[in-house]
């Protein structure tokens, strides 16, 4: 179900905006799954240590497609402000903002 209702959304999104949408939806997950590491750390029943805690979320912020994901939205934002303060948004076309040069 959840499938279908994606494709029927994004087929009246274009590309820009899925990718948009798609980066949002990344670093949305990764700061949940942090914030649930860290509820679960103030469990009392919690068997884990800080570090441990520590090393999970640093696992998950540091993650590959979360940092591209952070990278791309830190770019169109800058971008959007430099067209703003020119008197036009720039177009920014998706492989634009690639993350070039970082692997």
């Known amino acids: 179900m959840y499938l279908e209702q994606r ?7 274009s590309s820009q905006e899925i ?6 939806e990344v ?10 590491l860290l509820a ?7 068997n884990r240590t800080r570090d441990d805690i520590i090393a999970m979320v640093e ?4 993650n590959p497609s979360v940092t ?3 990278l791309r939205q830190k770019m169109r934002s800058r971008l959007r402000l430099v067209g703003q303060l020119c008197g036009s ?3 920014v076309r998706p492989d634009e903002t690639s993350d070039q040069g970082t692997s």
């Open 7 to 13: 494709a029927v959304v994004e087929a009246d999104m």
């Open 19 to 24: 990718k948009i949408r798609s980066d949002a």
């Open 27 to 36: 670093m949305i997950a990764a700061l949940e799954e942090a914030q649930r």
């Open 40 to 46: 679960a750390y103030e469990n009392p029943c919690c």
């Open 59 to 62: 696992y998950i912020i540091c």
């Open 68 to 70: 591209r994901a952070m």
């Open 89 to 91: 948004v720039p177009r």
